[in-house]
């Protein structure tokens, strides 16, 4: 009889599935390792159970204890399946980006989730590993497995991953390419590889723009579960041969792609693993054999890469009209800045000085991300500031006024012609997911006075991706 005694038994052993609608002619074959088919629908699955069982070995968790663990989520769940059929409870830590989703099946497994600001650097006592630290420090019988710096992370790739794809491809593997988050998959997975092949399999990690791996300062960016703002123990860089970065826009785009193209519904750590994978197999030539990592299943992103309203909210999609978009109208260039430790005086010049009706506050230099916008600065926000007693040396930062509304440059212009309605109000056009420039009425004004809108416009080429 083919039965199990526990879900834990179904963890590893997924499939290869070849990709085929995204590849072009030409490439590699590219498989990938379908890592939502374990049972809580990712990879992590893999090191909860190891991490689990090694803490249970070591004494450190003991029954009827708490596991604490800060998480974007996927580690959760396979944390949250191996306690409840250990008899565990679990606290979970998320930064504040991490979909309504997610959140939700954590506390559905019985979980109690903390949701902390995600835009903080890590050592920020609000961050949400801080937050998880404070807590496995406070109550009793707590442990945080730790999963950035657990040696049975990479361990879990090295034992079962590694060795999987090896027998999958009847050793004829030539390249591995996965997204880095941790850096526990591709770190073990990797050196196994590595060491059965003799070195000839090559390691490829893939990384968010923004993030440290591929050389990025740490900055904000939307995909989630992948790229981290400092190096973590568990990742080993020895092991990986090259790292490519990718933008949002390419990995929420795949993302979609395999949805639609290849009926396969990952995350968008999987679009971004598989937007390189597509480069790797077109580079390496039909003779290769390239094999692409997806971590987790689409399902616990419906609300965001998959809704057409999320993504034109950040202009990555067009809503299908024969008006003209924000984008026509939308000719100036990145946002004037000013950072908040500057004085009040230095922001009634600049505004001057650019002749603007809005300065962004914010400590990042350009080009930004929305993350790091922290508020405005307008000639309402500095006669309010001095009418309540303020003085020019006074901080921008203790002055600020919310951010302008967000629409994406594919918005239908008059969707937008209601919130430019007085002359000191302005609008953030956000394209291909980063702010790009504010439209003011005074811009609007100019586009029609040129003729804009006179007749509409012919519908965008940018289809729905």
């Known amino acids: 009889m083919n039965m199990h005694e526990s879900l834990t038994e179904l963890i590893g052993d997924t499939p290869l ?8 002619p030409g490439s590699a074959p590219l498989y990938a390792k379908v ?6 629908g990712s990879v992590k699955d893999r090191i909860a159970l190891r991490m689990v069982e090694t803490a249970e070995a070591d004494g450190l968790l003991r029954p009827g204890g708490t596991i604490v663990e800060p998480t974007s ?39 109690e989730v903390v949701v902390c600001p995600a835009a903080v650097r890590p050592e920020h006592p609000d961050s949400y590993r801080s937050v998880a630290s404070r807590i496995a420090s406070e109550r009793p019988g707590a442990v945080q497995l730790n999963q950035y710096a657990n040696r049975s992370n990479p361990e879990s790739h090295y034992h ?13 593997l030539t390249h591995f390419v996965a997204g880095i988050g941790t850096g526990g998959t591709i770190s073990g997975a990797g050196r196994y590889l590595r060491e059965v092949s003799g070195g000839t399999v090559r390691i490829i990690g893939v990384d968010p723009d923004g993030s440290i791996y591929s050389g990025g300062t740490g900055r904000p960016y939307l995909v989630e579960g992948v790229g981290q703002p400092s190096c973590p123990d568990s990742y080993d860089p020895t092991v990986v041969d090259e790292v490519i970065a990718v933008t949002d826009q390419e990995s929420i785009l795949m993302t979609r792609r395999l949805a639609r193209e290849d009926a396969l519904l990952t995350g968008g750590s999987g679009g971004m693993a598989a937007a390189a994978a597509v480069r790797v197999a077109a ?26 309203d999320w993504l034109a909210g950040l202009g990555l999609y067009d809503p299908p009209t024969d008006q003209p978009r924000v984008r026509d109208a939308a000719t100036g260039g990145h946002p004037p800045l000013i950072r908040p430790d500057e004085t009040l005086a230095n922001a009634a010049k600049l505004l001057r000085d650019a002749d603007t009706t809005h300065l962004l506050v914010s400590a990042a230099a350009p080009p930004l991300r929305l993350a790091e916008i922290l508020g405005c600065v307008t000639e309402a926000t500095l006669a309010g500031a001095y009418a309540a007693g303020a003085g020019a040396d006074d901080l921008v930062g203790d002055h600020l006024s919310p951010p302008p509304p967000q ?28 702010p790009r420039c504010l439209l003011t009425a005074r811009c609007l004004v100019a586009y029609l006075g ?15 991706p």
């Not at 890592?35 to 809580?40: A, I, T």
């Not at 079962?160 to 004829?172: A, N, V």
């Not at 689409?298 to 609300?303: A, F, N, T, V």
Request: hydrophobic share 35%.
């Open 407 to 434: 629409v994406g440059a594919g918005t239908p212009l008059p969707d937008v012609v209601p919130m430019l309605s007085e002359p000191s109000t302005a609008v953030l056009v956000v394209d291909g997911g980063l």
């Open 283 to 308: 580079a390496a030539g039909p003779e290769a054999l390239v094999v692409v990592l997806l971590p987790d299943s689409g399902r616990g992103y419906l609300s965001k890469i998959f809704n057409d």
């Open 450 to 464: 040129e003729g804009g809108g006179a007749s509409g416009s012919a519908p965008s080429s940018r289809g729905k």
């Open 73 to 111: 989520g996927n580690t959760g769940v396979g944390l949250a399946i191996v306690a409840q059929q250990k008899g565990y409870h679990c606290v979970f830590t998320c930064p504040d980006k991490v979909s309504r989703d997610k959140i939700d099946v954590l506390r559905a497994y019985g979980a």
């Open 17 to 24: 599935v070849r990709l085929r609608s995204v590849v072009p």
């Open 160 to 172: 079962t991953t590694g060795p999987e794809l090896w027998r999958q491809t009847e050793g004829r």
């Open 35 to 40: 890592e939502y088919l374990n049972p809580g």
